[in-house]
């Protein structure tokens, strides 16, 4: 198998309040970012990484994590836009043509493990799309505007969904044209491919692969990474 990761970078990090993107500060000494990209960098079947960040960081990224870390992956940067969606196209049109399947990772998301992505590059090889999730633990309900319930679904059917998200290359590539020509925005890449009307499949992920949202996060990626 030939496969692209894309790791996506270009966020500004608002809600972890902190004056530096979330993706460059550290947990035990390395930037969130290389712990993001090395899961990638062990994997064969993948051959190139591209590393979406912004106009503004390029020069960063390159100097404290590219340089300064050994990859054993060529490592491309291309700059991102304004929402996810954006910085995730700029990505996957930016990934080698002979590549026929794209991992698309947040870079925001450090303790994913390379079995894990390698589950995921497998089952997209055989469904074309899918995301990896988690079962949810808590009961979900869904509010009103003033926060009155409205109902309950059954969390049997829920699942709380992750990065990466893997897909045959040509397919996620035509779910963004068709997302951008709509104007639609999703908060994730499987989504855009459900419109089209594919099915997705949900890969059974880890509970660990937490994305570094608010300062908790930080503390609970530091400890898990020191088990
Ligand atoms: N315009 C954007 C927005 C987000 N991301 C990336 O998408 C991932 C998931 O997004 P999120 O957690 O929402 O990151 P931020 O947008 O940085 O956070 P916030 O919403 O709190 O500003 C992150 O790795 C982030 O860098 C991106 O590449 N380009
Ligand atoms: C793609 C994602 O990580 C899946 O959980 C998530 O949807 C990103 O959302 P955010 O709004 O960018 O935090």
């Known amino acids: 198998m030939n496969a692209s990761a894309v790791v996506v970078a270009a966020g500004k ?14 947990i035990a000494g390395k930037p969130v970012l290389y712990y993001s990209l090395k899961a990638f960098d062990e994997i064969d079947w993948i051959k190139e990484i591209v590393v979406v960040v912004s106009k503004e960081e390029m020069e960063y990224c390159q100097e404290n994590v590219v340089k300064k870390y050994i990859f054993k992956k060529p490592i491309k940067l291309v700059e991102g836009g304004s929402e996810r ?35 995921a590059l497998k089952e997209a090889y055989l469904h074309k799309a899918v995301a990896l999730g988690v079962p949810v633990k808590d009961t979900i309900k869904v509010v009103d505007g ?33 997302a951008l020509e709509d104007g639609f925005l999703g908060t994730d890449d499987t989504i855009l491919v459900e419109r089209l009307g594919y099915n997705v499949k949900v890969v059974e992920g880890d509970y660990r692969n937490i994305k570094i949202t608010t300062p908790e996060d930080l503390i609970v990626a530091e400890a898990f990474l020191k088990k």
């Not at 319930?149 to 963004?176: C, G, M, S």
Request: net charge positive; glycine share 4%; aromatic share 8%.
């Open 13 to 26: 990090g608002i809600r972890m309040g902190h004056t530096v993107n979330k993706v460059y500060l550290t």
């Open 85 to 119: 969606q954006y910085s995730v196209y700029n990505g996957i049109t930016n990934t080698k043509v002979d590549c026929e399947i794209i991992a698309i990772h947040d870079g925001a998301r450090p303790l994913i493990e390379k079995e894990t992505v390698i589950k």
């Open 146 to 178: 003033k926060n009155f319930i409205l109902n309950t679904p059954d969390r049997k059917y829920l699942w709380a969904i992750q990065t990466p998200q893997v897909f045959e290359r040509n397919l996620i590539i035509k779910a963004h044209q068709k």
